[in-house]
Every structure is written in structure tokens, then in C-alpha cells.
């Protein structure tokens, strides 16, 4: 399906549910999916960070990015992570991307190498002539270690390379310096790169980014409470910014489930998706929570400590079941 | 004079303006503490970063805040930074700032050593209990390389140790974490740590910061126009987000004065405290430019652009006079 | 091959030569490994960063892979680097190449994501019973983010999961720390991992590695004089740490061509991988010096500033040719 | 006293014992000076951050320096940390130690800003000019945050701003490079900077930097066994380089007992100092193994733990007296 022109709204990245054997779970990433539109989402991020895309093997890869596109169905575009450490490789993906029917591909600066600017700059513009498809950047120096100027994504905003920006860096000074430079909050989408979308995967801070004026949110925890984050969505997008604040204030609270995993034991992302996956297992919409290996799954009072906020925040009955 | 609790609104990071023996000015610091009074900000933060105070001995140290006490006199309240390497160095200035008159204390973990969170927080309560002055927190990894945490803010705040944060981390999740475990936007100061206050120094996402609940800023730019930044502060606290917004981001236009000193010849801090200070001299408000040593100084060129994007901004006229 | 235990020696990371196409030049590539084992080096790591790794397709590595085991024809040993982000990516790389005839397995921690110590060694452990081939941990922080302890190392070489270490963290301490745990200089082979291999990739003191007790060394810059290091080996091996310690300073001058590319111009990783390539062209060993797509070549400049160096060091006669 | 051109051997940072009120111990310093040049060192360095620089006062500063120049009595050189964050402050220290009498000044480059490469030069060439004393610059990473590249010492060694390099850097490749470019191991003291002394601060790989051309080592540990680094010195100079690794790898098993103190529960920091004064209190040098406020002290478990590990090295007798 063409992509709106921006992208805007709220497109989660899509969590990939396993079967006991560690292979891609497609029934429980279908109702996953399903989860997703029926809350509202504007479109689907696959094969992202929150997706455990750097512990999926090629076929894996293909596999869950053919599922998201089936069960989107055309009701919402499906981007697709095209997560690789230089541009031949990426480009691999990106071929295999737009075979499945992606609607778009999101790519990280080069990563395990170290990338000067000017070779940055080449590989996104390589990417977009040799894969017809609109071209998100995905600036995530936590995995990648570095970071995208806010001059550099001008440049390749508009000169047309990128068709957006899926700003993870969680630097929201530079993310502003970037929105005003091309426009503005008024004059954005008539100014040097009209088109351009500027997401934010900080998802603790979406009512400020709305407010300076990026066109959606790309949020993890987005897969347990969609609903949330378009009524945050559509409160900003009405001009109710003290209902925007409340319903990000209320998303900030059901985040810390991330930290129910102890930092002595396991990672931060071991700890955040495994919390993810429990929350979405306790909702009924997949069928197990375990994570990729080698990440350390939650301990059961971990996976007890999640429900219990779900149930906090009103997601879950308290005898258990979905509250939606 | 007592301190409000909370601590809110404007309280810009005053430039130390310098003589041709690179000196206090305090002549041309008086100008600048009416400039920004003036210009009806909160209060006054001497000795911090922006002030140069790593710059300064201690004896500087001495005359820059005794000036700015003396300039401000009970018209609003002066917090002082109180920089050095761990507590009993900060301690000998904490001292100096209290017999001075200083309103609070403004103080970061250690540095240069590396310290371990038991150890900040003893350092900050050491400090608390030794002198008797309101204690702000000051969060800046940038200098210090070392973040603190939310929790252990809050652990500080509810105990009675701090009296506020200064947030310069730019790690906008973890502020809105903190305030939304502080109680949030409506119950905040009806929480565990009423009078606590929250202040960003993240110039450039105030609007954001504010729409979360924080109490105000410390804004390096606010030198130049510290009244902007008093019409973003009055727009958010009347719930006039759009006007706040619209605010922030004609400040975030005039702050790309700090990249007028090329990346490959001078340090980011020089080229920014440079052209605060040459703003500052185009407006009238000090008699010279000059950064301390050892920082490189703006090329005339630089200086002349600081005085066209004055000009852009409405702050100069264009002959030159300041348009104030 | 069998692999000797302890693997020893010098085993340079193969460059890998690209045609016009930027594809395999297994013809020039087959040449360079016949210079290495001509040059009396003890093994050959392929497919390492100094391979370019990072920037090869699957495709790709398979065939400089195969090019590479072909040419050492079971003279010498061929470990083979399995890049990737996560255990089961890394897997998918380890059975081609144990298909295709590898002596041994060089794999990282996981990268990209975040990862806990315990979740590191799971991931050592599961590529152990997973291939049955020798592994060896590669400890690269620049390219990875996170450093092996020697605690670590030490539990997984007594344990038996790791054949040995190539250390490129760069950090002499703890690598000293290390070999003295393991029972230092005298004792290291009758300790708790006897046949365990210790390989410095600190190409720049491997006099004071091999003095330490380090069985090798893994030099990039030893695709281009691979006798030097040899002889900077046997010297060691001897007990002469005077001579060892005058060929290392040789290659140190020698090393100082990777600085050919200026900085501002090109990432010092594109620098040091251009002119060890340039050197190999000049050298007459491989037809092209071109690296991988999106790195920027050298300028003709900084190539003919290559050739004088190599001519400085004895490797070029004044016309051009090969002095060797 | 003159200081040797180049100043050369071992010269360790002198530790700082603290009395029960948190005061310099001068009898406990001076016992300390003497225990050191009993053991045969060449120099002492006051006021380093062994000496925990960073938590004494200045007055604290001057009280300790006074006491190891008065207790050196001109047996050997003193050398005298001059720890500030910039120029003007650590100018205030330097005249300081100058009219104390200390023979060389040490300085490291600006902290808590950030400085560029020419702002650097600039501060150590306005210290030495400032202040005629021979100048040493300390290269210290972990503690300032940025490194002395070794084209910058190099031009500063040429010029006569530097008497010399404290290498705490940890980069032995760079450390490599510098000697090699000032003439290497024979050439270096008939080379552009003849009297230049390279010091390394890495004292688990000292036979690796002197058999690299080093002059010397400044060792944190030096302070509990001076006499194993002067024999480690000594087999180096007399070219017995098995004498000199086997003593380097006694001293890296000493070292261990800078882990005595859990990570989980103080900084790394805090570790390694309260274990090296708690061995000069096992040794009955200093009368207590207290540190400076924040640090958190060692436990009692870990303080006997520090005990064994002496007695193991042969430094205690099984009874608990000094076996020297």
C-alpha cells in the first residue's frame, strides 16, 4: 500500500512471539497484530529493535515479516527493520523486504565498524536507488554507536533519500533542532522536505515530541497498551495537551513493568522485552513470553510483579483476565 | 532571602563576563544580572557551568558571586554553584557561598574520581548537613560522567537532603520518570517531597519539560534573551501550550548562535560561551567577548554572525542597537 | 587440520581483495595467502575484522572463505570468524563454516543489543556443543561495546568451551591479568587450561605480549610484512627480547601508514583498511586496493604516500617493485 | 634539586594517610616516604590521585606535600600533582607547590569542560611558562575524559613545554607509537626531545613499556612493595627481561587485592586505595588504612582478605608482622 506522505500516528515495533523450539510463534504474532489494529495503530514497525531483530536468523526474519504483512492485511503499512551491520548486507535484507511486500524499510547507520559521516550519508542514499521503497532512518546510537546529525538528516531529508526518521537517540534537543530547521511545527510540511516524518521512539516523552511537532511514535510498550497511545495521539493532535500529558504520564507509570527483572541477573533489554512478552502473555494475546536466546528469561515473581501492574493500570481484571 | 518552595521559573546560569586582565567585570556583571532581571526571571544560578566556573579560582570565584548577590539584592534569589572534585573541596566553597549570602547550594556528584551511588548520596546529605543552605542537585554527565539515577533522586528528595534538581543529563525519559514518580503533573507537590523542585536545563525542550510537571529552567541562552523565556514560562503555567511551543522554538532558532565557531578549531563549550558572551556584548549588556583561558576566542567573522542571527531574532536592530 | 594446542604463532587476519564489482577477487585473494605462508606465518584468521567482515554478504563470506582454505591447502590452520549480532545469527555462519572446512570458529559477544556477562557466556557455551569446532572468543570492544573480564574468559578456558582468545580490546592490563591467572609465563600449559590459546590482536606491542606469556598475535598489518612479525616471533621464542623488541619498532614505524586517510576526510577504520590494501597493490600481491562499499577509498595522494613508506621500510625498491 | 634529564626509575604516587579526623597523618607520611626510599625508589609524585588528590582540601594539599618534600629531605625528587579542572586554577596550585619546593609540577589536561586539542597546548604551555618548574603532563582517560593524543605530546616534548609524560592512559599501542616517533629504544635520548622522560602509570605491564623504551613507572602498588619494582627496574636495565616479567607477574598477583571490596557495594576506586593503605596498615607503615570522605570504607572481611593476600606474597610473616 502507498505510505502516507508523512507517516504519522503510532506505529509500534512489533513484538516476535516464540514457540517453545525458539522459532517464530506466526499464530500469536497474528493476534499480536491483530492486538495492534484493533487498537487504533496507524501502521506496523517489523523487524525493529523491540522485534529482537538481532536475534532472528535470515529465515526467522522472513518468516515473522511475511506474518505482520498478512495479518496487517492492507489495514495499516507494515515497515520493516532491514537491521545489518553495512549497506551489502542490509541491502540482502531490503531485497527480501520488498519481495514480502513491505511498504517500507527502516535502516540503521553502519554498526561494528566505525562510519565516518560522508559514508553514512552514502549508504542510505545506495539503499534508496537500489530498493524501490520509501526509506526511514533509524537513529539508535545505543545499539549502533553513533549518532545522526541533525545536518545530515536534513541533507538526506531533502534531497528526497529519506522518506523519515525513527529517532531513538533519546537526545530530544537534537530531535527539536531538526524539527525546526525544517519548518517548524506550521511550516514543516510545507518547508524544504514536505513530506518527511519524524517519529520518536522515546515513548516516555511522545506528548513533548507531538508538541514540537514530530508526526508519531514508534513505542515498545505500544504492543501491551496500543489504545493508550493513539488516545495520547489524537488528544495532541486536537490541540488537549494537558489530556496528552495525562495519558503519557499514565504510559510512564506502566513502563517501569521494564524493571521487574533485576539488573544483577539479566540486561536491560533481557528485562524490557522479557517484561513486554509476560504482559502481552498475561493479556491473553500470545501464547508464551520467552524471549530469544541467549537473553536470560524473567523469573516467575518477575512475571507475577507484571501482572500485578497490568492489573495497576487497569489492563488486567484483577482475577486475570483482559480488562479490554 | 527564603527560597519558594518549590523553586520555579526562569533562573538563567549568569555569564561571567571578563576584563582585559581576565578578570571578574563585575561592572559588566552588574549590567547582566539587571539585564536579566529585567527581563523578569525567578532567580539567579552564579557559578555554574555556563558562568565558566571551572575557569574562575577561587578567589574569582569569590568576587563573581559576591557581585551577583550584591547586583540582584533581594530582588530574586541567587543560587550558587558550588563545583569542585568531591565533598571536602566543595565543601570549602559551599562555605564561602554561604557566608557570601547565597540563597542555596547548587552542587554535582564527584568527579575526576569515579564513586559509586552510596557514595554520591553520602556526599550530597554530608553536605547538606554541614551547611545550612537549601541544596540543589546538579545532573550534568556531560562534565561530571556519571548519571544520577531517578531512584536515587527521589531517595534524596523524599529525605529531606535535596531541595531540587538541576536536570542538564539531557535524558528526558528518566526526568519524566522522576516527576511522574514524584507524584506527577496535578499531585506532585501534594506528594512525597512537596517542596521539591525540579528545574531542566535543557534550554531547548522547556515547553516539554514544563507540560511534565518540572518547575522551571536554567537556561544557558536566557542570558541573551532571558525574556523569551519568561513568555514561555508564563504561556505553559496559563495552559497555553501552542504559545509555549511557538516560544521554545523561535529560542531554538536563536541558540544555533553556540555553532558559529568551527568544530575543528575550537572546543563546543568555547564556541558556546563565546557567543553568549558576544551576544552579549552586541546588546550592550557587557563590555567584552572574552572567554577565559584556556578557550579559544570567536574569529571576527564568528562575532559578526552572532550579531546578524541577534539581528534575525529581533534582538538587534539592524544598525546594531539593541532593539530592547 | 588439527588445530595445535595451544594454537601459536602469528595468524594475520586476511584482507580480502575486491574486484571492479566489488565481489571476491579469489584470485588475488589466493596470492595473498600464498604471500602470508610464504612469509612463514602459523595460521590464518579469515573473515576477521581486518577482512572487512562486516561489509560482506553471506554469499560473500562463504566464497573468501572457501578461496582462502583452498589456498592454505592444510598448510596452515584456517579460523574463521563468525560475525554476527546474536547466538543463532552466529550459528547460521558457524555450520557454513564448518561445511566448508574451517579449522576453528572466532566468534564475539553478541552486539547491537545489550547483553548480561551471563547471557555472554550462555552464548560461548551454546556455540561450543552447537559446532563441533575449536572456538576461540574474540574481544573486540571498539566494534562490540562491551569487554570479555578475564574472569570470564578464565571460567570459559577452564570450563573447556573456549580453544583460546584473540584479544583486541586493547586493555594489556587485564590481558595480563589474565595470562597470570592462568598460571602465568612458566606455568600457563601445565595450569587449568592447558592447551588454552592466547592471541594478542595489539599488533603494536606483541614484543610485551609474547614477554607475557601470549602464545601469538593476530596482526592486521601483517597481511603486508607477515616475515617481520615471524621474525619478531621466533626472536621472542628464543629469548631474544632485545631483537624482538627492534622488529616491533620497525613494524611500529611501518603501522604508522594507516594514517594516510585523513580524518577528516574518511573513518579510521576505511584509513587503516585502504592502506593496508594500497600496500598489498603496491606490493604486487593483489590487482585492486579497493575496499568495501560505503567506505571511501584513499586519494592517489595518500596511496602514493603508501608506497613511499613501504619504500622506507625495505619493502619496495626505489622504482617500484617488490623488494622481496 | 635538580631533577635527572630524563627523570627516570621508579616514582611512586605517594598515598595520603588520613588521621581520625579526616587530617593528613604527617607522621604516618613521612613513615610512608621512608618506607618508599628505604625500598629504593627514584622520585615520589604527591598529590596524585593515588595520593587521593581529589578529596583533599587545598589546605590538606599543601599540609601533605610539605610533609613528603620534608621528609624526601632531597634523598630524591619530589614530583607535585597540580589537579584542577582549568589553566587558571591549576596555576593557583602550581605556585603553590613551586613555593613549597617541589622539584616538578604535574598536570593533567582541563576537566569538567570540554577542551579542544589546541586549547590543551595552550594550558601546558602557559603552565610552564608560568611557573619555572619542570613539567610533567599526565595523560589520565578514565579521570579527565579525554586523551593526549601522541602528536600532541610529541610537538610539547619538542618544544620544551614537557619535561615529561604520565602515561595512566591504558594505551599501550599509542604509548608504542609516541617512543618510537621520539627516536625508539636506542635513539630516543640522542633524539628531537633528549631529556624527555616517559613514565608509564600501567604498573601490571612495566617490563612491556620499559622494554618499549619507557624511563620509568609511577605505581599505585609501588606504595606497599617499593623494592619489587626496583628490582623489576633494575633486571630491565641490566637487559634481563625473564628477571623483570617474572617479577611483574609477582606484583600482578599482589595487585589482585585491589578487588577486595565488592563492586556492588563501592567504586572501583575506593576499592583499590582503602586496599593499598590497608596494606601499609598490615605493614605497620601507616597508623590507619582510613579514606577520604565519600569513599566508602573496606570491610573488615575485606581488610583481613588483604592480609592473607601480603601474607601470600611474602610481605607479612603468618603472625601479621612485616617480613622486610
Chains 1, 2, 3, 4 share one sequence.
Not at 53 to 65: E, F, I, N, S
Not at 75 to 86: E, F, H, K, S, Y
Not at 106 to 121: D, L, Q
Not at 257 to 265: F, H, I
Amino acid at each position: 500500500m502507498a505510505l502516507p506522505a508523512p507517516l504519522h500516528g503510532v506505529i509500534p515495533p512489533v513484538c516476535t512471539p516464540l514457540d517453545p523450539r525458539g522459532e517464530i510463534d506466526t499464530a500469536s504474532l497474528t493476534r499480536l497484530v491483530n492486538h495492534l489494529v484493533d487498537g487504533g495503530v496507524h501502521g506496523l514497525f517489523a523487524l525493529g529493535s523491540t522485534s529482537e531483530v538481532a536475534y532472528l536468523t535470515d529465515a526467522q526474519r522472513g518468516t515473522a515479516l511475511e506474518a505482520v504483512i498478512k495479518a496487517a492485511d492492507g489495514r495499516v503499512p507494515v515497515l520493516a527493520g532491514v537491521i545489518d551491520t553495512t549497506t551489502p548486507r542490509v541491502l540482502d535484507h531490503a531485497r527480501t523486504a520488498a519481495a514480502l511486500g513491505a511498504d517500507a524499510l527502516v535502516a540503521t547507520a553502519p554498526f561494528y565498524t566505525r562510519t565516518h559521516p560522508r559514508e553514512i550519508a552514502a549508504h542510505f542514499r545506495h539503499l534508496r536507488t537500489a530498493v524501490d521503497l520509501p526509506l526511514f532512518a533509524y537513529d539508535i546510537p545505543v545499539a549502533v554507536h553513533s549518532k545522526l546529525s541533525p545536518s545530515l538528516v536534513r541533507e538526506l531529508a531533502e534531497d528526497g533519500t529519506l522518506a523519515g526518521l525513527k529517532d531513538s537517540s533519546g537526545d530530544e534537543g537534537s530531535l527539536r533542532r531538526l524539527l525546526t530547521a525544517l519548518g517548524g511545527r506550521t511550516a514543516r510540511h510545507s518547508g524544504p522536505a514536505p513530506g518527511f516524518s519524524v517519529l520518536t521512539g522515546s515513548e516516555l516523552t511522545v506528548d513533548a515530541a507531538l508538541l514540537a511537532g514530530a508526526d508519531g511514535v514508534v513505542p515498545g510498550i505500544g504492543n501491551v497498551d496500543p489504545a493508550a497511545y493513539v488516545r495520547l495521539y489524537d488528544a495532541a493532535r486536537s490541540g488537549d495537551w494537558e489530556r496528552a500529558a495525562a495519558e503519557q504520564e499514565r504510559l510512564v507509570t506502566l513502563f517501569s513493568l521494564v524493571d521487574v527483572g533485576p539488573e544483577s541477573e539479566m540486561g536491560r533489554s533481557s528485562s524490557a522485552l522479557g517484561a513486554f512478552k509476560a504482559a502481552l502473555h498475561h493479556l491473553g494475546v500470545i501464547d508464551r513470553s520467552a524471549t530469544a536466546f541467549p537473553q536470560r528469561p524473567l523469573s516467575d515473581d518477575a512475571v507475577a510483579e507484571v501482572g500485578r501492574r497490568l492489573t495497576a493500570a487497569g489492563l488486567l481484571k484483577p482475577g486475570g483476565a483482559a480488562a479490554l
